[in-house]
């Protein structure tokens, strides 16, 4: 299934999902829609990065759990860039053509968080997992395809493109504002290996150790909520 294919699924599971808690749980559960902007890099000894920026649109619910804890859940679409060193192996000196390529991966996101209220409506704590859908690490320009990346002799920018599709996030954070808007701040860290697929592409050259990087996220988000 393509990326388009399944954020459509996804965004429609959730929703027949929303409506149906607005109908049972209409005392205490929140629509909101939220956006943001942060900061995006990988965590990697394979390569030399530059961190980028992110931007997320995000539909979410909260809702009342137990006590002071509520749920929060729903489905965000992010775009996040990244710089990764190159050389162009048209410049013999390396010396006035090396830089960072630049990068872009596009994503979806499924969020299940708890929220602990420290005041209510007003001040909380949250964390959870996240599953995150992603597509491929694209090359902002095709004129850097041939670069080749530090600390390498043959892989080429374009050869690390298709990285892998599916990861588990975990993520921490707080909000603070009013009954219905909020400003928050969250960390989000990529438990599973983002460049775990390059290792079974036998065509490209291969670091001493296996391929490795984490995504690490921080966003500055606003939420509205209905």
């Excluded at 990068?103 to 929220?115: D, G, M, P, V």
């Excluded at 690490?137 to 600390?151: P, R, T």
Aim: aromatic share 16%; hydrophobic share 40%; net charge negative.
């Amino acid at each position: 299934m393509s990326l388009k294919k399944l954020l459509f699924v996804t965004l429609t599971i959730l929703f027949f999902q929303i409506i149906s808690a607005q109908k049972n749980y209409q005392e205490f559960n929140y629509l909101g829609i939220s956006g943001g902007i942060g900061f995006f890099d990988i965590e990697t000894d394979n390569f030399l990065t530059e961190q980028g920026s992110s931007y997320i649109f995000a539909f979410t619910t909260r809702g009342m759990f137990y006590n002071n804890f509520d749920l929060i859940y729903g489905i965000s679409f992010v775009q996040n860039g990244v710089g990764i060193f190159g050389n162009n192996p048209g410049d013999p000196s390396n010396n006035f053509q090396s830089q960072y390529v630049n990068y872009t991966i596009q994503a979806a996101q499924i969020t299940l968080l708890a929220s602990y209220n420290i005041v209510r409506n007003h001040l909380s704590l949250e964390a959870g997992p996240i599953l995150n859908v992603n597509g491929r690490l694209k090359l902002d320009s095709n004129n850097f395809k041939d670069f080749i990346l530090e600390g390498y002799e043959t892989l080429k920018a374009e050869d690390i493109q298709n990285v892998s599709k599916v990861h588990f996030f975990l993520a921490g954070g707080i909000t603070a504002g009013i009954e219905n808007f909020r400003l928050g701040a969250q960390y989000q860290y990529g438990v599973t290996n983002l460049f775990n697929r390059l290792n079974d592409i036998d065509e490209i050259e291969k670091p001493e150790e296996e391929y490795d990087g984490h995504v690490s996220t921080v966003l500055l988000t606003a939420v509205i909520y209905f």
